[in-house]
Structure formats: C-alpha cells, structure tokens
C-alpha cells in the first residue's frame, strides 16, 4: 500500500522537501521576457513503522507568458507542485506517467522553454563572512588586545536568539507586515582583560533564508577600540593580508557610509586559476550593496572576468546577463586604462576612509605597501577622485531604508519600538553607540 501510486500522489503534499525548492530563471521562447518558475522535489518520510516516499514524477508545465500570451512548456519534476513566480501564469500541467496519446502529442509539437538557469547562478547574493580567525581589524582602546575573537565569542553566546529573534520577524511579515529591513544589527558589549568596556556591533544582510553561520555576521565598529589608522598601520603586508583587511572594511563600509569607491587596475591576474579569479570578485561583490559602490577598473579586466567564470562554472556569462543573474556591480563598472594607483575608499558628508598603496584585487604571499586613512569629503574628492577623473557617486536617498537592531535589551524581539533604525541613525548607533532620540 505504502508503494501504491495512487496513494503516494494522494499524500504528496506532506512529501515535498522545502529544503530541495529551488528557483529558475529563463525568458520567453517568443518576446523574450524574463520569467522564473520554481520545483519541489519529494523526500522520505516515516510512517506506520516503516517509510513513505520519496516519490518525484517528471513532467511538463504549461505556462502563458504574461506580456505576449505565447504558450510554451517546461520540463520539471513534480509539475504539480511547480509554480511561474514571476513572468508567466501556469494553465495545466501533465504527468508523464499516465499521459494520454493526445497530451504527448501535444508535449511533442509545443515549444519548451529552453534559455533556463538556476536562481543559485545569481551573482547578487550578498555575504558579511566575516574571517574571526585571521588578524583583528579591532583592538582595544585601553591596552591594544585584538578584539576580533572576544567579539566573536559574545556573538556566539547570543546567537541562537539573534537568529530567531530574525526569523520570528520573517514569520510575521509574511502574514503581510512590513517592507524588509536592509540589516540585522546586534549590539554586544564586551569586557576586555584589562577592565575596559567595549560596544562592539555585528551585522548582516536581511535574508529570508534563516540558515545561516554566526560568522556571517561581520563586525561594524567597536566602540572604545583603537582608531582603526592606528590599528591598520601604514606599512608592508602580505596581498592576503591586505585583501582580508579590506574584505572586513567593506560591510563596515556598506552599513555606515553613502559610497564606495574601488579604483583598481587590477583584478586577479592572468596567472591565477580560473576558480581564484572568480573567488576574488565573488568576495568583493557578495559584500558590499552594488548601488552603494563605484569600480573603476581596466578596461580587460571585465573581459578576464567573464572568461574565468565561463571556465569555472561552464556558463557563459552572458546568459547571466540575459536571465538578469549577473552583478549589478560588474555591470556598472568604469573603465580607465591610465591609471596604476590602488585606492580602496569610502566616503559620506561627515569624512571618508580611505586604504590606499600597492595592492591591486589579487591573493598571494608577495608584499605590498598600504595605508589606511581617515580625511575629509572635500579632500578625498580633490585628491583622490578628481586626478582619476572620477566623479562622486550620488546617495541614493529616495527609499527610506531601515533595519532592526536586535540585542538583550529588547530580548531580540523585531517589534519592539527600539528595534526599528532608520538608516540616517546608522552612523551614530555604531560609531558612537547612541540611540535615536526618538526611542
Ligand atoms: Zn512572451
Ligand atoms: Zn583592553
């Protein structure tokens, strides 16, 4: 009985793996018009003291493009339970398995769907991995102790919390509450060895997809830590040093000011495998919110990119851009090919920081020189951006944007009235813990 088709199809729905959905992105086979659909696959269950499923049928959607009217097909497993997202609306769909003669004529003179790749290729998901392990970007203003580690062991002991205290928002937003925040911020206080109390801050992107690390969270600022110049001092690192430094400078960047700016002229080079290209412009653009950033960069360099990437995933990048997977920050990229200085920056009205020297966009143990600085708007434009022919990025400040500062005193509950920080009292909050007046 457990093996019966019938039966089987009969409990389908409690069969479906939500772990296994996953979303396709293909276009119209006449106007071309974006659409996504989705599949479900099935998985084991127990029951009456043995097991039902997985049971998984392959068949056929039917959809109707929603901007020209065309019909098409598309080959999914479980048409029953596949959904148009977006782009198209499904009419019927038909199982292989007991397909009548007409439907399979039907399948066979359709036109399917054939221009598809898995929302999994999209290259705007964004990441605040964040290396606790490697050299501290933070030390404590009182006796110069790295503080990296004992943030990441506060962030560990409220973790659980914080991650729920995420997830019960999502719940409830679902039941049709409000807009997505941008962040997840925590407030952590910390007390270090030698008797100084610290405020650290750790963020991330606000995701609907709850399985995530503690690591994923990057620290923001640490409040009474050393100023970061005299942290990260001007002199001679390894490439990979100062990658990792920059690599937890750019969600520190994202959260607190209006742009960044990367003027590097190279990216990878043409001796590092395919996989490593690839690797160094997934971790730049997974950190840093694309609208926010400025690249300027040599002209090759995008092309060296593109190739890379078809070498390792086997997908022509184009396909990405025609199926709107491929980055927003590679596709707005500036090119300049008169340039060799490596400036790595941020900027906002109230001061820019700026790390500048050798180093271009690469991995490796050779040594570089670099120098981190803190200056004014109206120097960084005189002296950085204006000699580059770089003009300032405006700040999009159209959408009023916000994000949830969870922590012990609001018991990580997103509904609480001192969760909600809207994104002009970001910089007061993390770089001076202060509240907004508001509250
Ligand atoms: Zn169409
Ligand atoms: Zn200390």
Redesign the pocket.
């Known amino acids: 009985m457990l093996n019966d088709k019938n039966f089987l199809r009969s409990i389908k729905y409690n069969l479906l793996d939500s772990d296994s959905l996953k979303h396709t992105n293909s276009t119209c086979p006449s106007c071309s018009s974006l659409l996504t659909y989705s599949q479900v696959l099935t998985h084991s269950l127990p029951l009456a003291a043995s097991h039902v499923g997985p049971f998984d049928e392959f068949g056929w959607s039917v959809g109707e493009c929603k901007d020209c009217r065309a019909e098409f097909l598309v080959d999914v497993i479980n048409p029953d339970f596949s959904e148009f997202i977006s782009g198209a609306r499904k009419t019927r769909f038909i199982l292989e398995d007991g397909a009548s003669e007409a439907d399979l004529q039907f399948v066979a003179r359709s036109v399917k769907l054939t221009n598809s790749l898995d929302k999994n290729f999209d290259m705007n998901k964004r990441s605040y991995a964040y290396d606790y392990e490697g050299q501290s970007l933070y030390e ?6 790295s503080l990296d580690q004992e943030v990441y062991g506060a962030l560990l002991s409220v973790f659980e919390r914080l991650r729920d205290g995420s997830y019960n928002y999502l719940e409830w937003s679902m039941k049709g509450g409000g807009h997505d925040p941008e962040y997840i911020i925590s407030r952590l206080p910390v007390v ?5 109390s ?1 405020v650290a801050y750790v963020g991330k992107p606000y995701s609907h997809d709850h399985n995530f690390a503690a690591s994923e969270f990057s620290i923001l600022n640490v409040v009474g830590s050393k100023k970061l110049p005299d942290t990260m001092r001007p002199g001679v690192y390894s490439k990979n040093q100062v990658m990792e430094w920059l690599y937890k400078l750019l969600p520190r960047w994202t959260v607190l000011f209006d742009t960044i700016y990367l003027m590097v002229p190279f990216v990878g080079h043409l001796y590092m495998k395919p996989e490593q290209i690839v690797g160094v412009w997934e971790a730049l653009i997974s950190r840093v919110d694309p609208k926010k950033v400025r690249l300027v960069t040599k002209k090759d360099q995008i092309n060296i990119f593109k190739k890379a990437y078809h070498e390792h995933y086997q997908v022509d990048y184009s396909q990405l851009e025609k199926l709107k997977l491929s980055s927003e920050l590679v596709n707005g990229t500036v090119t300049n090919s008169k340039f060799h200085a490596k400036v790595y920056a941020a900027s906002s009205s109230f001061g820019c920081e700026v790390y500048s020297g050798s180093a271009n966009l690469l991995i490796g143990p050779s040594k570089e020189v670099m120098h981190f600085s803190e200056i004014g708007l109206s120097d960084f434009e005189e002296c950085f951006l204006k000699p580059l022919g770089v003009s300032a990025v405006v700040p999009d400040q159209a959408q009023v944007k916000y994000s949830f500062l969870l922590d012990v005193e609001n018991n990580f509950s997103a509904l609480h009235p001192r969760s909600t920080i809207y994104s002009k009292n970001y910089y007061d909050l993390i770089m001076h813990d202060a509240l907004p007046s508001n509250i």
Do not use: D, T
């Open positions: 404590c203003g009182n006796c110069s102790v270090c060895g030698c008797g100084a610290l």
